[in-house]
């Protein structure tokens, strides 16, 4: 079975801090990508992130980064000088081999002026 | 490119009645999904296409739905005949493949009353 789990349902941080959202996974592909979705109120889902599993490098996005530990089963989310606009949901996702997008239960991100 | 679009973007209806969802993806995509979000059980795939083709719709909760892809520009999920416990909200995506992620339409808010 394939499990993304999100284990800190709510967080927040201050304006200009770094934050950082942790997520964990399982799956028994080698093959596989995680992505980190953004859902504010306006509820579309925007993707953030993505990080190739067989890659190692962490992948950046300006402001946003990953620390991804394939051997951990870890992808954790770093936000660095947050912004009012960050404040959201923010969904770990993992697609298998047979395309599907497994979901965790997401985050919600205040970010605090 | 305008994105994936769905309409209506809120739909009420009566308890027992039809209620289609529309959703036109991203020319070129050739991967559609229909996912459902609830507060208890997180976003949920329902069905997905490639192709025009439905590949898995393990996750379409019972017979009351259905959904179809005539053509690579437009899909339909149909609940008939609709329940309280369809609220929601569902999305539709589309995707080139895992390796790019998936872009989600602004998404359907179902209630039935």
């Known amino acids: 079975a394939q499990t993304v789990t999100q284990s800190q349902p709510e967080m927040s941080v201050q304006e200009a801090e770094t934050v950082t959202l942790s997520c964990t996974y399982d799956t028994s592909e080698n093959n596989y990508y995680l992505f980190w979705y953004k859902q504010p109120p306006s509820r579309q889902m925007i993707l953030v992130i993505r990080q190739e599993a067989y890659k190692q490098q962490n992948a950046t996005e300006n402001r946003f980064s990953v620390n991804f530990q394939k051997a951990a089963k870890s992808f954790s989310l770093k936000i660095s000088d947050s912004q009012l606009g960050d404040t959201a949901m923010y969904f770990c996702a993992l697609s298998r081999v047979s395309y599907q997008l497994t979901f965790g239960k997401g985050t919600k991100l205040s970010v605090i002026p | 490119d305008a994105g994936v679009i769905q309409s209506p973007r809120h739909e009420v209806t009566e308890m027992g009645q039809e209620v289609t969802l529309r959703c036109k993806p991203i020319?070129?995509?050739?991967?559609l999904f229909w996912y459902r979000q609830t507060m208890m059980r997180g976003l949920e795939l329902l069905i997905y296409f490639n192709n025009n083709v439905p590949i898995d719709d393990s996750g379409m909760p019972e017979d009351r739905f259905s959904a179809k892809m005539p053509n690579a520009s437009f899909s339909t999920l149909k609940i008939q005949p609709s329940e309280p416990r369809d609220s929601a909200v569902y999305f539709c995506?589309?995707?080139?493949?895992?390796?790019?992620?998936?872009?989600f339409g602004s998404g359907t808010r179902l209630t039935v009353v």
């Open positions: 020319s070129g995509h050739d991967y």
């Open positions: 995506a589309s995707s080139t493949g895992r390796r790019d992620g998936y872009t």
